[in-house]
């Protein structure tokens, strides 16, 4: 056995020969072409985009749940809920509010829609991040993308709590676009 970090091939120790090590002229090629072999493992980089999916997926297919449940009140029980908001909103901050329960019931339908279609979109895309395949690969990277067109959208609307969530998009967008995830998927 020779001891950790000893090259087995260096019998007489002269070959090392010292504290830097021998450079190969293709080591960032030969890294590519190890990533491209089947029994790869997956690089940490893609392994946190699908992390960063999966708990993405999770709170967005819970909102949708949350949402569903607001919208199955019965709509006496909503405008009574909306009439108390606007009595709070006039007493704290002096504006009078018209919020009717149609208009928020379609609000909340359209939250719903986006939040589940998110959630079962990035859950889908995270259970076959490990497919190495061309799709897989752009599906991520273009899903992400208009994920962060619509995060960039309601931060210069105004919303600037997107800035969190466009911040986790586009790390992931990144890292997909990295060298180790190109060359996970075949692309350098």
């Not at 919303?159 to 990295?178: E, N, Q, R, Y």
Request: hydrophobic share 50%; with cysteine.
């Amino acid at each position: 056995m020779f001891p950790s970090g000893h090259d087995p091939n260096d019998h007489d120790g002269a070959r090392g020969g010292g504290e830097v090590p021998p450079q190969g002229g293709f080591s960032d090629f030969e890294g590519h072409l190890n990533a491209m072999r089947p029994d790869a493992p997956t690089p940490k980089k893609v392994m946190i985009v699908r992390t960063l999916m999966i708990i993405g997926g999770t709170c967005g297919l819970g909102l949708a749940l949350m949402l569903l449940l607001s919208v199955s009140v019965p709509e006496d029980a909503m405008r009574e809920a909306l009439a108390e908001q606007e009595r709070a909103i006039a007493e704290q901050q002096g504006v009078e509010v018209d919020i009717d329960v149609d208009v928020m019931r379609s609000l909340t339908i359209n939250m719903l829609a986006i939040t589940g279609v998110y959630g079962a979109l990035s859950l889908f895309l995270a259970s076959r991040i490990r497919n190495r395949t061309v799709g897989v690969f752009w599906g991520v990277v273009l899903f992400q993308g208009l994920a962060a067109a619509v995060l960039a959208f309601a931060l210069v609307s105004g919303d600037f709590l997107m800035l969190v969530p466009l911040g986790f998009t586009v790390t992931m967008i990144a890292f997909m676009l990295s060298k180790e995830g190109r060359a996970h998927y075949g692309l350098f």
